[in-house]
């Protein structure tokens, strides 16, 4: 056992346990500690390499299915933050651009989502129609006791509409947040010359504006179709990411850190509110360039 695992790579299963058990018995903490999961795959991988990362993967798999007992989250260790941070770390020990990375951060969290739905629907039989349907049922319910109604069939028509817009959205803000995290961590204990490039920080993030108008628009015209629906929403989403950049960036510039924590805190609760005005802000940007960037 000595020589199959490294004192690293029992670290790195010791806080693979640590991070399981609070996600299975804590979830309210979950929704940190969800983030941080593939980080000691992804450590692995750098230092160690790919080979010893796949031990570490399976081995983590095999002890988190016998402590807690259940051959499901056996299962995420390998096709959840396993892949992601096999992924992540992949494309750090090859060297990859800092951009490249990322997408592949955000394709990883894409395929793992996609690769546990159908594991789910084969192993148990997991129908997401089905769930639909019941928290559909629930909604009515309480609709019922609030004095509205719910037209479930037309609810659950929707969002099984947009689960596609639904599952990018999901991946670009998870990957985005892993990657970031992963990167960080590992520069920690790096010299200043051998520390990997992290692309840009968040508030310098901005896209092309003309693919997202003229995207925008477009789908405009076609609402009616299912793949222009789920066009729209994900380059509103972008618009809005970079709205929420700019605001940042002068809110940074400004020096104001107290007043950045509360517009965070400020779109945590009332971010459904405030979507269209920041997505608006967001293609000004694109158009305007209001950090004067040099292009």
């Given at each position: 056992?000595?020589?199959?695992?490294?004192?690293?790579?029992?670290?790195?299963?010791?806080?693979?346990?640590?991070?399981?058990?609070?996600?299975?018995?804590?979830?309210?903490?979950?929704?940190?500690?969800?983030?941080?999961?593939?980080?000691?795959?992804?450590?692995?991988?750098?230092?160690?390499?790919?080979?010893?990362?796949?031990?570490?993967?399976?081995?983590?798999?095999?002890?988190?299915?016998?402590?807690?007992?259940?051959?499901l989250v056996a299962l995420y260790t390998i096709i959840?933050?396993?892949?992601?941070?096999?992924?992540?770390?992949?494309?750090?020990?090859?060297?990859?651009?800092?951009?490249?990375?990322?997408i592949i951060s955000i394709m990883a969290v894409l395929?793992?989502?996609?690769?546990?739905y159908y594991a789910l629907h084969f192993l148990i039989?997991?129908?997401?129609?089905?769930?639909?349907?019941?928290?559909?049922?629930?909604?009515?319910?309480?609709?019922?006791?609030?004095?509205?109604?719910?037209?479930?069939?037309?609810?659950?028509?929707?969002?099984?509409?947009?689960?596609?817009?639904?599952?990018?959205?999901?991946?670009?803000?998870?990957?985005?947040?892993?990657?970031?995290?992963?990167?960080?961590?590992?520069?920690?204990?790096?010299?200043?010359?051998?520390?990997?490039?992290?692309?840009?920080?968040?508030?310098?993030?901005?896209?092309?504006?003309?693919?997202?108008?003229?995207?925008?628009?477009?789908?405009?015209?076609?609402?009616?179709?299912?793949?222009?629906?789920?066009?729209?929403?994900?380059?509103?989403?972008?618009?809005?990411?970079?709205?929420?950049?700019?605001?940042?960036?002068?809110?940074?510039?400004?020096?104001?850190?107290?007043?950045?924590?509360?517009?965070?805190?400020?779109?945590?609760?009332?971010?459904?509110?405030?979507?269209?005005?920041?997505?608006?802000?967001?293609?000004?940007?694109?158009?305007?360039?209001?950090?004067?960037?040099?292009?």
């Amino acid at each position: 056992m000595a020589k199959f695992l490294t004192r690293g790579m029992l670290k790195a299963l010791f806080v693979i346990l640590i991070l399981t058990f609070i996600n299975v018995y804590i979830p309210p903490l979950s929704i940190f500690t969800v983030f941080l999961w593939p980080l000691p795959v992804i450590t692995v991988t750098v230092r160690n390499g790919m080979d010893r990362a796949l031990k570490l993967v399976l081995v983590a798999a095999l002890v988190n299915g016998l402590v807690f007992q259940n051959a499901l989250v056996a299962l995420y260790t390998i096709i959840g933050f396993g892949l992601i941070g096999f992924a992540i770390g992949g494309a750090l020990a090859e060297g990859f651009t800092p951009f490249k990375t990322l997408i592949i951060s955000i394709m990883a969290v894409l395929f793992s989502i996609l690769t546990n739905y159908y594991a789910l629907h084969f192993l148990i039989g997991f129908d997401f129609n089905t769930l639909l349907q019941e928290m559909a049922a629930n909604f009515t319910q309480i609709g019922g006791m609030l004095g509205y109604g719910l037209d479930v069939e037309e609810w659950v028509a929707f969002v099984r509409s947009v689960i596609p817009s639904a599952l990018v959205i999901g991946s670009i803000i998870f990957g985005s947040i892993v990657y970031y995290l992963s990167v960080n961590f590992l520069n920690i204990r790096r010299d200043e010359d051998n520390r990997f490039e992290v692309y840009k920080p968040f508030r310098y993030w901005r896209f092309p504006a003309w693919l997202i108008t003229s995207g925008l628009v477009i789908s405009l015209f076609f609402l009616d179709s299912v793949f222009f629906l789920n066009l729209q929403i994900v380059f509103l989403f972008l618009s809005f990411i970079q709205g929420l950049s700019l605001a940042i960036y002068y809110l940074v510039e400004s020096g104001n850190k107290a007043f950045l924590w509360a517009l965070i805190l400020f779109f945590g609760f009332l971010i459904h509110i405030m979507v269209l005005p920041v997505a608006i802000l967001g293609l000004v940007d694109m158009w305007f360039n209001l950090r004067r960037f040099k292009k």
